[in-house]
């Protein structure tokens, strides 16, 4: 494949000496979503999937790009002394603002480059396939201008450019896992401190299954938005009545009980309980999955998702409907949405025995429920983001 993305660049930009190749991972959270920005833990993988970049440096200061997933679009371009946001650009706007966030942070970047992106993660399907550009965009421009800077502050400049230039206030878990990753291994983060810890996910004769609800995400930004709001305005009125905090992440399930009685507004309450409980439960499933007690991690995986669908109120329809056909299936071990939702994945882990019946019988009932096809893939968990020899 790296070999037809190499002959495709080179035709689309003219060019026929040498290029430089990078990868980086999409991924797949296992248990602790709607945590990473209430100061909890997350536990994501970096999947063997994502998205691929041939690139070659340029000497003015012109950006070239062209995306596969978007051929409609044709090639895009951008120049390093107008780092604007710009609708028109379309996907372009992740990468620029990736260079906009290294540029205002004085990293030395004197011309543009010419790329070809390729992508087999779904886009806008909750693996982040944002996350994943925005991630290897800052790896090119690591190694094109030579700059000194390590993956977790590349991952924190990619949450920026989300942040700023794109405007959805997501958490760091998406660019982190991305940039972080390592192949069979889970990442256990603690979003406050940004602690992490490599956790061996040793599923035996089970598998990770991904479902995608191809339901499109809609509104879903200004949702995620919402819900991030809710949470700090709940932060807010327990600190108005004496309780310090910064974070809900900072509450176990039984301070907050103490204290819940203050958030009067039952949405709140709601969107806390979730953000508290959901936290609590990542970190006993991670010791559950060290003690390899799967049983039990799949069972809190399913609690996850009542969380998300009762209280979060994330989930819809087309998760709701892959998730409870999961849950019917013999062999499925846990099962619940994954990522932001309103739409997007669902993640299950299922033994290896059952997952042929898994599929057909889940995508079945979906269908029949939703009208829709899901699609379905099996995970193997990949190393984070870097250059790419085959
Ligand atoms: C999106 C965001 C993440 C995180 C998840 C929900 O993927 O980008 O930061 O908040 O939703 O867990």
């Known amino acids: 494949m790296l070999e037809d993305l190499i002959k495709e660049f080179k035709e689309i930009f003219k060019y026929d000496g040498e290029v430089e190749t990078f990868f980086s991972p999409g991924r797949v959270n296992l248990i602790g979503e709607h945590t990473d920005y209430n100061g909890g833990f997350v ?14 440096k340029r000497e003015d200061k012109t950006f070239r790009m062209y995306s596969k997933n978007f051929k409609s679009l044709g090639t895009i371009e951008f120049d390093l002394d107008n780092l604007v946001y710009n609708k028109r650009d379309n ?8 260079v906009k966030t290294f540029l205002d942070r004085t990293y030395k970047i004197d011309s543009g480059f010419d790329v070809l992106f390729y992508g087999n993660i779904p886009n806008g399907a909750g693996l982040s396939s944002s996350a994943s550009i925005e991630v290897l965009t800052a790896v090119i421009l690591k190694d094109l201008f030579k700059l000194d800077v390590d993956m977790v502050e590349m991952v924190k400049m990619c949450q920026v450019a989300e942040n700023k230039f794109i405007g959805v206030n997501s958490g760091i878990m998406d660019q982190f896992a991305v ?29 990770i299954v991904i479902a995608n609800t191809n339901k499109k995400r809609g509104l879903a930004d200004s949702k995620y938005n919402e819900r991030r709001s ?161």
């Open 230 to 390: 809710s949470c700090e305005e709940a932060v807010k009125v327990l600190n108005d009545n004496g309780v310090n905090i910064k974070y809900l992440g900072e509450l176990t399930v039984a301070e907050f009980d103490k204290v819940k009685h203050f958030i009067t507004d039952e949405e709140q309450l709601k969107r806390a309980t979730h953000a508290v409980s959901e936290n609590e439960r990542a970190k006993v499933a991670v010791e559950f999955l060290k003690k390899d007690d799967i049983a039990e991690f799949g069972r809190l995986m399913n609690q996850s998702h009542i969380s998300l669908r009762d209280d979060y109120e994330v989930t819809g329809i087309e998760l709701d409907s892959l998730v409870e056909a999961a849950w019917e299936e013999e062999g499925t071990v846990g099962s619940r949405m994954t990522g932001a939702g309103f739409g997007g994945c669902t993640v299950s882990i299922v033994e290896n025995d059952h997952v042929e019946n898994f599929i057909k019988n889940v995508g079945k009932k979906y269908k029949e429920k939703t009208g829709l096809r899901a699609t379905f893939y099996i995970a193997n968990i990949g190393d984070g983001a870097g250059r790419y020899v085959k």
């Open 179 to 207: 940039g972080m990753g390592k192949k069979d291994h889970a990442i256990l983060l603690d979003c406050n401190t940004l602690k992490f810890e490599y956790v061996p996910v040793k599923l035996k004769n089970m598998s």
């Open 43 to 56: 536990f994501p993988c970096a999947l063997d999937f994502g998205t691929y970049a041939i690139v070659k």
């Open 91 to 98: 996907w372009v706007n992740y990468p620029k603002g990736v």
